[in-house]
């Protein structure tokens, strides 16, 4: 049985249980909602994990052994871990895209931070129609503003330049943490900011020695939704860029072409997505504190 086969007979399993949990006495049908429970989270785990497992597992496999339903490979093919490296520049792809994601998140944080204190802590008329319409912005679909980021990547003179991703990746990073960010600083207390105004203190000097220690939280979290959108974007990189050397990873990985046209290298393909996954996997392990700790700041009044 494989294991989307296992998959299944839990999922029956767990709708058996609940079944016959009416017709229980009390302490039984307790036990039988904890196993149920347990047996719902190993469920999510293997819908989560599983196809990242199998790509792990592909990566690992050449020619007619990738149609193999085994659960790992007899003989790993980790020569294709060495192959995206040497037949194609995979490392200036990936450092591409680090630059880029790096570069996207820092201007997105600065412009949206000050947007932020503008919005969340300054009375101007017209502030929410603002606010909904940055908001709205991010509605539009990548391939609506397409034509009009080009013409403007091209009158900049940014065109197969890293520069041009940045400026055009801001057009979805910038309103979400414009909103996330905003609605973190309306919580923040009035009194820090009023003692503050009366010894003295600027705008720019609330913005920077009050609030911002504040926002640590949502902006590890902001800033890390930015760099993981940044990082897989696919569309913009593949119309603003044209050499091999300018490419991110994801147009890198589209492109990956095998010994003849009527070849796809699965195992290099999912080799590639490997190493370009495992660094976000690693991020998200590092600040996953910090990141529960943005998602929740601001939930709570008070």
Not at 95 to 103: D, F, G, P, Q, Y
Not at 145 to 172: H, Q
Request: aromatic share 12%; no cysteine; proline share 5%.
């Amino acid at each position: 049985m494989g294991p989307w086969g296992w998959l299944a007979l839990a999922s029956l399993l767990l709708a058996g249980l609940l079944a016959v949990s009416g017709r229980l006495p009390w302490r039984w049908r307790r036990r039988l909602g904890r196993l149920g429970f347990w047996l719902l989270l190993l469920l999510l785990f293997l819908y989560t994990v599983f196809p990242f497992y199998w790509a792990v597992v592909s990566s690992l496999r050449t020619g007619s052994a990738l149609f193999s339903t085994e659960l790992w490979p007899r003989d790993p093919a980790w020569d294709n871990y060495l192959s995206i490296f040497r037949e194609q520049p995979f490392a200036r792809n990936t450092l591409n895209s680090v630059l880029v994601a790096v570069s996207t998140v820092a201007v997105s944080l600065a412009l949206s931070v000050a947007a932020a204190y503008a919005l969340g802590r300054v009375s101007f008329r017209g502030r929410m129609p603002l606010l909904f319409t940055i908001l709205a912005v991010s509605m539009f679909p990548q391939i609506a503003v397409l034509s009009g980021m080009f013409e403007l990547v091209r009158a900049f003179g940014l065109y197969n330049r890293l520069g041009s991703l940045t400026l055009s990746y801001l057009v979805f990073t910038l309103p979400f943490s414009v909103w996330v960010l905003t609605s973190f600083m309306r919580e923040l207390p009035k009194e820090l900011e009023e003692a503050a105004i009366v010894d003295g203190a600027r705008p720019l000097v609330l913005v920077l020695r009050i609030f911002l220690p504040l926002m640590a939280p949502a902006m590890v979290t902001t800033g890390l939704l930015a760099f993981i959108a940044a990082w897989n974007e696919f569309l913009f990189a593949l119309t603003f860029t044209l050499s091999t050397e300018q490419r991110t990873v994801p147009v890198a990985i589209a492109l990956i072409s095998g010994a003849s046209a009527y070849e796809l290298p699965w195992g290099n393909i999912m080799a590639a997505s490997v190493v370009v996954t495992l660094p976000l996997i690693l991020l998200v392990l590092i600040f996953q504190r910090r990141i529960v700790a943005g998602l929740t700041a601001g939930a709570v009044k008070g």
